[in-house]
């Protein structure tokens, strides 16, 4: 008997160090081993240009949260980010107001994402092959049709107050950081304390019994990924201001990788239901973390492309050492 | 009226509506969507570009569908176990890169640098397969990890050795051959895709490993259940597209001679992508090395069209989107409704014409006028045995019957209230036969033919017939063998009732009527199996004549009974015996007085007389209505006959209040009584006959006076 109650303590105790706990110690840790080894490291400055460095992967990171926990994924996140985003850009250069033409690009994102939500949960088109072909549907589009001319659309000089999204301040944090986390507190509130997020987390565990409960599936599903696209969309925003410019050949970059990549590391369940807000924030500030780190050492980028992977390997294989997936509970075709 | 009727008949006897349903449940047509897509691109690309189908061309495609072919497959072998393998691009990039290193820099022969580049990349598979195999990881991310690592070691690779690579050439002729070369205008590189693909489909469709991949896809917890070394499996696929990813890279590098950063940039999307497109299901279970080739096709043709038609740098990705959510939403929506569409499809009735029944009344008398001789039946076994369809007698006087539990049941003489389970045979045993060394020859629905032999052993007789020369569905293996009978040199005829159906779905033939049966003879000197008489409506009973030389055999649906000539100066010829019975007749069996008993099953009634000749009202019925609100023909009552060689009816047995034994589809003449089995009946009847020879029985009639 004593044995047993052995096993459940450990057990309570791995149970402990999820993946999220996991993640977060190794933040805490490379964060003191920096602080030590490399001077400066923990200066205000870098610290904040730290955390605005992931700012807008962390934003990306919310949408993507959102449509992962309904078990889905969208692919076409950072497609819906640079096409819109530029598109407004364009008509705002090309004589329009700021605001009709921001106008007009949200609801380009808004629209996009909603065809993507409509196939997916009316045409069952699984998530990540449907969002795949929109995303290459979106820029090939965006491309042909809508931006003319360059791959980069710059900044026009009518931008105005806007600019101050990228580049202002809020008593001294970057705009950036405060958007990001002004967007990570609606996403709380709205995943935590409205009818529609506790859906999303009652689809994702079980869409079944979801539909049996009474959730309209449905239109939550297309409802997740029309808010992943006005994140997207927010992100875009931050980008080109930040930047001073919208470069769409961001779609042919890892970017959608690093997107998933917060969110996993974070230790939310890509088979859905299991997730918060605070998975994408720690993800994101491993990363931010690492990279920031690594910069300063001067590490070359693919190497850092590589510690990254591993680190996301790391935490994966050891999160499932610790609760490892069961044969006979696994679900069919999860991939 | 008659014009319209005559319209009809044509119509139903030309148009085989039947072939729908069979080609839908076909498992190749599966394959009709890709394929139509792959029909539609390339005429649509075939159009718009000029010289689309020149030699030159083609030649440039089937090149690069070599490399791409093989990427397809190895991404095809993963999905096809329930995973995927985001890796396949960077893959192809480290086969690409290690080969012009071991082959410029490193000075490795051909034949020595393929092995080792296929067995690296068979390394990075297998660097995937353990992790998501053994260790359970997810594929899709912990693929993701090794596509971002292999691309950054092969981007650090370049940058320290791209220089010397690019300085120095590679001279062979083998390896030009692979590059450039071919066997007679065919590029190399699409032979050996062609060779790939061979060998993977035998593998993936006939071989152990094969069908055990397939079971994991299908249902891994099952597999796991069974006993399946699922994670060894998985991990093998992983290994196996590594390998593949490899030999394309090797493709690649023997047609460019060049490694850049970009090589295999995003070439996992396409992979995925034609994957499919091509109609192999992310989840698993559902995929050939055909569909990955479809697809691999459609994906080239599009991405290479679209570039050369000259559209501005946003269209091609716009159109390779569209088409691949129409197609892959088209294949969603087939999948889904593909068994929907077959059940309401399959039923396809045809056109009959019954002549008009003989008369059964009493007013008119004739020897199908009602009566009650089957009131007096004694009841044997009753409740202790189900679905008796058949009895038979040995010369001991045992009672055999088959039950629907798959069991042959023997009573014992003289009072037969003993009983034991002669024999467990598994299937349902219908019609059954003494060949003359006394073994029990037994015609199992679902099996085939079996034989019970003095020592109770059973044994399987035959289960396959010729498959017929223009059958979409494969027709040769025995789905509802009915009854039998046995000649004097031992040929074996038995009746295949319906080629259509299972055995629990047999009255649904009936709402066909189509000739969907057949007469078939098993020979057990050649140990050959050959169909004798096809498009039967429901062969039932077999009885072979007194004089040995034909068989009778009784078609239900069509009401009829004939005979097969099997010996004698008309051999293989058929005639009518019997004609516009009024009800379904069953089994045939001799009686002492050198006619034959016959068994009716069901009465006809008007309702069902007028919709056989209403094809399309049946049709509509079958797809609108639950099979339970059917019109099907009525089994509840029926009689027994008695008939001459000469096709005279010569007297009947009913039971009119419907008590003791009104269900009737087989029955035995013995020592002067009459046996009568029912296949919805729960026992045996027997009723003395008065003007029989009480010492005549069955097996003295087929074989002789025992020595």
Redesign the interface.
């Known amino acids: 008997m004593k044995r047993q109650g052995d096993g459940r303590r450990m057990r309570v105790w791995t149970r402990y160090f999820n993946q999220e706990r996991i993640v977060f110690a190794l933040t805490v840790l490379l964060l003191i081993l920096f602080a030590l080894t490399l001077p400066k490291f923990l200066a205000p400055s870098n610290l904040l240009s730290l955390v605005r460095s992931v700012a807008v992967l962390g934003i990306l990171g919310l949408g993507m949260l959102v449509v992962v926990l309904g078990r889905g994924i969208d692919l076409s996140l950072v497609a819906t980010m640079a096409i819109s985003v530029a598109w407004s850009l364009q008509l705002a250069a090309s004589g329009l107001s700021v605001a009709s033409a921001m106008g007009i690009g949200l609801l380009l994102a808004l629209g996009m994402s909603l065809v993507t939500g409509i196939l997916i949960a009316y045409a069952e088109i699984p998530s990540l092959f449907a969002t795949l072909a929109m995303a290459t549907f979106v820029y090939g589009f965006g491309r042909a049709h809508l931006i003319t001319g360059t791959d980069v659309v710059y900044l026009p000089p009518n931008i105005g107050m806007l600019a101050g999204l990228g580049q202002g301040a809020l008593f001294g944090i970057p705009m950036p950081i405060v958007v990001a986390a002004v967007v990570a507190l609606i996403a709380y509130l709205f995943l935590r304390y409205t009818k529609p997020g506790r859906f999303i987390y009652a689809i994702g565990d079980n869409l079944a019994s979801a539909r049996i409960g009474g959730v309209p599936v449905r239109p939550i599903l297309v409802a997740q990924y029309v808010i992943a696209g006005g994140i997207a969309f927010v992100a875009g925003l931050v980008t080109a201001t930040s930047a001073e410019a919208m470069n769409t050949r961001v779609v042919n970059s890892n970017m959608i990788y690093d997107v998933i990549l917060v969110v996993v590391l974070g230790g939310v369940g890509l088979s859905g239901g299991r997730g918060n807000v605070r998975n994408v924030i720690v993800g994101a500030l491993l990363i931010g973390v690492l990279m920031n780190g690594m910069t300063i050492m001067d590490v070359q980028y693919t190497i850092q492309n590589v510690i990254k992977s591993l680190i996301l390997l790391l935490a994966i294989v050891v999160d499932s050492i610790l609760n490892p997936r069961d044969e006979q509970t696994g679900q069919q075709g999860d991939i | 009226m008659a014009s319209t009727h005559t319209f009809t008949k044509l119509r139903y006897r030309f148009i085989p509506d039947h072939v729908i349903g069979e080609l839908l449940s076909k498992k190749w047509i599966d394959n009709a969507i890709p394929f139509l897509v792959l029909l539609c691109v390339i005429a649509i690309f075939g159009s718009l570009i000029p010289n689309f189908f020149g030699g030159a061309n083609l030649a440039i495609s089937a090149r690069e569908l070599g490399e791409f072919g093989l990427v397809c497959m190895a991404m095809m072998v993963v999905i096809i176990v ?3 393998d985001l890796s396949v691009g960077s893959n192809f990039a480290l086969g690409n890169f290690m080969t012009l290193a071991l082959l410029n820099l490193g000075g490795w022969p051909v034949g020595l640098a393929i092995p080792a580049v296929v067995l690296i990349c068979g390394g990075v598979g297998l660097l995937n397969g353990y ?1 998501i195999g053994f ?8 693929t ?2 090794t ?3 292999v ?3 092969v ?2 690779l370049l940058l320290k050795y791209a220089q010397a690579m690019s300085v120095s050439f590679y001279q062979s002729d083998v390896w030009d051959m692979i590059g450039l070369g071919g066997v007679a205008e065919v590029p190399s590189s699409f032979i050996i895709l062609v060779i790939v693909a061979l060998i993977g489909h035998v593998l993936l469709t006939r071989s152990r490993p094969g069908w055990r991949m397939m079971a994991i896809g299908g ?3 099952s597999a ?2 069974i006993g399946l070394s ?1 994670r060894g499996m998985v991990c093998a696929a992983y290994t196996i597209s590594g390998m593949l990813c490899g030999l394309a890279g090797v493709l690649y590098a023997a047609r460019l001679s060049g490694a850049g950063t970009d090589t295999g ?2 070439l996992e ?1 396409s992979a ?2 034609a994957a ?1 497109l091509g109609g192999n ?4 279970g559902r995929g050939s090395v055909a569909k990955a080739l479809i697809g691999a096709v459609i994906v080239l043709v599009m991405t290479n069209g679209v570039l050369r038609i000259g ?12 088409t ?2 129409l197609a ?2 088209i294949d ?2 087939w999948l ?1 409704n593909r068994d929907k569409l077959l059940s309401k499809v399959y039923v396809s009735p045809t056109y009959v014409e019954l002549p008009t029944p003989r008369s059964t009344s009493v007013e008119t008398g004739g020897a199908f006028a009602l009566n009650d001789r089957l009131g007096q039946v004694e009841i044997i076994g009753l409740g202790e045995v189900e679905s008796p369809e058949d009895v038979i007698l040995d010369d001991d006087d045992y009672l055999y019957c088959g039950t629907r539990h798959g069991d042959i049941v023997r009573f014992a003489p003289p009072d037969y209230t003993s009983w034991e389970v002669y024999a467990h045979i598994g299937g349902s045993p219908l019609g059954m036969a003494f060949d003359r060394a006394g073994d029990l020859h037994v015609c199992v629905g679902g099996m085939g033919l079996y034989k019970i032999d003095r020592a109770r052993n059973v044994g399987k007789v035959t289960d396959e017939t010729n498959r017929s020369a223009f059958s979409v569905v494969d027709d040769s293996r025995l789905r509802l063998a009915d009854d039998l009978d046995i000649a004097p040199d031992g040929r074996i005829y038995f009746s295949e009732a319906t080629i259509r159906y299972e055995m629990h779905d047999w009255p649904v033939d009936a709402l066909e009527s189509r000739g969907n049966g057949r007469i078939i003879c098993y020979d057990p000197k050649s140990g050959k199996t050959h169909t004798a008489l096809r498009n039967l409506i429901f062969p039932n009973g077999v009885c072979l004549a007194h004089d040995g030389q034909s068989v009778l055999f009784a078609e239900s649906w069509a009401c009829r009974v004939s005979r097969l000539w099997i010996a004698g100066p008309k051999a293989g010829q058929v005639e009518r015996v019997l004609d516009a019975l009024p009800g379904y007749p069953d089994n045939i069996n001799r009686a002492s007085d050198g006619s034959y008993w016959c068994a009716i099953m069901g009465m006809r009634s008007p309702a069902l007389d007028l919709a056989l000749r209403m094809p399309g009202f049946r049709r509509r019925m079958a797809r609108r209505i639950a099979p339970d609100q059917w019109l099907y023909p009525n089994l509840n009552i029926g009689c027994v006959i008695r008939f001459n060689d000469k096709g005279e009816v010569l007297e009947s047995l009913w039971d009119q209040g419907a008590k003791n034994h009104p269900m009737i589809t087989s029955m035995r003449e013995h020592r002067g009584y009459l046996y009568l089995g029912g296949i919805t009946n729960n026992r045996i009847g027997r009723i003395r006959l008065d003007k029989a020879d009480p010492n005549w029985s069955g097996m003295r009639s087929y074989w002789g006076q025992r020595a």
Not at chain 2, 135 to 142: E, I, K, Q, S, W
């Open positions: 329930g995973g995927i992790l260790l359970r990881l997810r594929a899709f991310l912990t993701l990890v596509l971002i690592i691309r950054a070691i981007d650090m249902s891994r917890r796991h259940n699922v940039m995003g999307i995925l992508t499919v299901s992310l989840g698993g559209l501005n740098s946003g269209s091609g990705p716009m159109v390779l989107g569209l691949l959510l892959v939403f969603v929506r889904k």
